[in-house]
């Protein structure tokens, strides 16, 4: 029983850590998009000093997020550069180059 229990518990920690190591899957016509619209609606570049633009990085409060209409992320351009943002937890899903 007991190395029952250890087994379900190592697969229930991977089946956790696969899940949040997924990335966020944007549709190419979604992305397509978000694109025109960012074309459209340019915004300043900041610049988030202490920051890393990575993808799950978080954006600070301070920071002002864009809406794309239909779309559930969020936008700003940081360092010349549009990123997506969930606006729940303010952390970077895609970075558009």
Same mark, same amino acid.
């Given at each position: 029983m007991r190395m029952h229990l250890s087994a379900a518990a190592a697969f229930l920690l991977a /089946?956790?850590?696969a899940v949040a #190591?997924?990335?966020v +899957? +944007? #549709?190419p016509e979604q992305e397509t998009v978000i694109r025109e619209y960012v074309k459209k609606q340019p915004? #300043? /570049?900041v610049e988030l000093p202490g920051v890393e633009l990575n993808i799950g990085s978080t954006v600070p409060e301070t920071v002002e997020l864009h809406e794309v209409p239909d779309v559930e992320y969020r936008y700003v351009v940081v360092d010349?550069?549009?990123v997506l943002v969930d606006p729940g937890t303010r952390k970077i899903v895609k970075i558009i180059q």
């Open positions: /089946s956790v850590g #190591a997924q990335d +899957i +944007i #549709a915004l #300043a /570049s010349n550069r549009t």
